[in-house]
C-alpha cells in the first residue's frame, strides 16, 4: 500500500501537484491502527475496513527520501516541506487555503479565520454574515447531511445553512423540516405561468384540495392542479395535500 501511495504522489507530480486527490502534501501518514502508510486519512478509509484517527497519527513518511520521521511540517533528513499548511493536532497537511484550528469544532476550517465565527449553541463554525442572523439549532452540524449522508462537521464540503436552520450539502428542500432551502420565488412565479397555461379537463375544474404549507405551515383551500397547488397565505407551491378533493357545492 506504500508503493501505491507513492505511485499516486509520483503521478501527482507529473500533474503539477503532489499528495493525493485530496490533499497537496509531501509525505504520508502512517497510520496507527494498521501500520500502513496513506497519503491522507480519506485515502486510508476507502481502502480499509476501518477509520484513520487524525488525532493519533504520530509518525509520516517523506515521499522523497522515505524517512519515517515524528510528524512534523519539513523532512528531517533532506527539508522537504510536506505542507505550507501544518496542524500539529489534526495532522492536516496541505497548501495553503487560510486555514485554521478551530479549537471549538476540534477540527481545521479553511478560512480566512477572520470570516468566521463559532456558534457556541450550534456549535460549529459559520460566515459571520450570519452572525445573529440565523436559526440556531443545537449541535446542528453533528449528523449526516440527510440527503448524501456524509457526516456533515468533519465533510470537505461546503454545508449550506438553510432559513429553517439545518444543514444540507445539496438539494432545494430541507428533507427534515421540509422547508424550501432556497429563495424560490422565482420559481414560483414560473410555475404560475405553467399553471395558468395548463387547464384542467372539465371535470376538474371545480375541483378544490385542503393543502398544507411546507414554508409558513398554513392551512389553506385551493383548486386542485396536477403541476401543483400555491399557498392562499405565502404563495409558495411548496405544499403537500392534507385532504380529499371535492368538488365546491355552488358549483356542482
Given at each position: 500500500?506504500?508503493?501505491?501511495?507513492?505511485?499516486?504522489?509520483?503521478?501527482?507530480q507529473?500533474?503539477?501537484r503532489?499528495?493525493c486527490?485530496?490533499?497537496?502534501?509531501?509525505?504520508?501518514?502512517?497510520?496507527?491502527?494498521?501500520?500502513?502508510?496513506?497519503?491522507?486519512?480519506?485515502?486510508?478509509?476507502?481502502?480499509?475496513?476501518?477509520?484513520?484517527?487524525?488525532?493519533?497519527?504520530?509518525?509520516?513518511?517523506?515521499?522523497?527520501?522515505?524517512?519515517?520521521?515524528?510528524?512534523?511540517?519539513?523532512?528531517?533528513?533532506?527539508?522537504?516541506?510536506?505542507?505550507?499548511?501544518?496542524?500539529?493536532?489534526?495532522?492536516?497537511?496541505?497548501?495553503?487555503?487560510?486555514?485554521?484550528?478551530?479549537?471549538?469544532?476540534?477540527?481545521?476550517?479553511?478560512?480566512?479565520?477572520?470570516?468566521?465565527?463559532?456558534?457556541?449553541k450550534?456549535?460549529?463554525?459559520?460566515?459571520?454574515?450570519?452572525?445573529?442572523?440565523?436559526?440556531?439549532i443545537?449541535?446542528?452540524?453533528?449528523?449526516?447531511?440527510?440527503?448524501?449522508?456524509?457526516?456533515?462537521?468533519?465533510?470537505?464540503?461546503?454545508?449550506?445553512?438553510?432559513?429553517?436552520?439545518?444543514?444540507?450539502?445539496?438539494?432545494?428542500?430541507?428533507?427534515?423540516c421540509?422547508?424550501?432551502?432556497?429563495?424560490?420565488?422565482?420559481?414560483?412565479?414560473?410555475?404560475?405561468?405553467?399553471?395558468?397555461?395548463?387547464?384542467m379537463?372539465s371535470?376538474y375544474?371545480?375541483?378544490?384540495?385542503?393543502?398544507?404549507?411546507?414554508d409558513?405551515?398554513?392551512?389553506?383551500?385551493?383548486?386542485?392542479?396536477?403541476?401543483?397547488?400555491?399557498?392562499?397565505?405565502?404563495?409558495?407551491y411548496?405544499?403537500?395535500?392534507?385532504?380529499?378533493?371535492?368538488?365546491?357545492?355552488?358549483?356542482?
Amino acid at each position: 500500500m506504500a508503493a501505491s501511495a507513492r505511485e499516486d504522489g509520483a503521478r501527482g507530480q507529473k500533474q503539477g501537484r503532489r499528495g493525493c486527490k485530496h490533499y497537496d502534501r509531501g509525505c504520508l501518514l502512517k497510520a496507527p491502527c494498521c501500520d500502513k502508510l496513506y497519503t491522507c486519512r480519506l485515502c486510508h478509509d476507502n481502502n480499509e475496513d476501518h477509520q484513520l484517527d487524525r488525532f493519533k497519527v504520530k509518525e509520516v513518511q517523506c515521499i522523497n527520501c522515505e524517512k519515517i520521521q515524528h510528524a512534523q511540517q519539513t523532512c528531517e533528513e533532506c527539508s522537504t516541506l510536506f505542507g505550507e499548511y501544518y496542524c500539529s493536532i489534526c495532522h492536516l497537511f496541505d497548501k495553503d487555503k487560510k486555514q485554521y484550528h478551530c479549537e471549538n469544532c476540534g477540527i481545521c476550517r479553511i478560512g480566512p479565520k477572520e470570516d468566521f465565527f463559532h456558534c457556541l449553541k450550534c456549535n460549529l463554525c459559520l460566515a459571520m454574515n450570519l452572525q445573529g442572523k440565523h436559526k440556531c439549532i443545537e449541535n446542528v452540524s453533528r449528523q449526516n447531511c440527510p440527503i448524501c449522508l456524509e457526516d456533515i462537521h468533519t465533510s470537505r464540503v461546503v454545508a449550506h445553512v438553510l432559513p429553517c436552520g439545518h444543514l444540507l450539502h445539496r438539494g432545494y428542500r430541507c428533507p427534515l423540516c421540509m422547508h424550501s432551502a432556497l429563495d424560490m420565488t422565482r420559481y414560483w412565479r414560473q410555475l404560475d405561468d405553467e399553471v395558468a397555461q395548463t387547464p384542467m379537463p372539465s371535470e376538474y375544474q371545480n375541483m378544490t384540495v385542503d393543502i398544507l404549507c411546507n414554508d409558513c405551515n398554513g392551512r389553506s383551500t385551493v383548486q386542485f392542479h396536477i403541476l401543483g397547488m400555491k399557498c392562499n397565505i405565502c404563495e409558495s407551491y411548496n405544499t403537500a395535500q392534507a385532504g380529499g378533493c371535492r368538488i365546491s357545492l355552488d358549483q356542482q
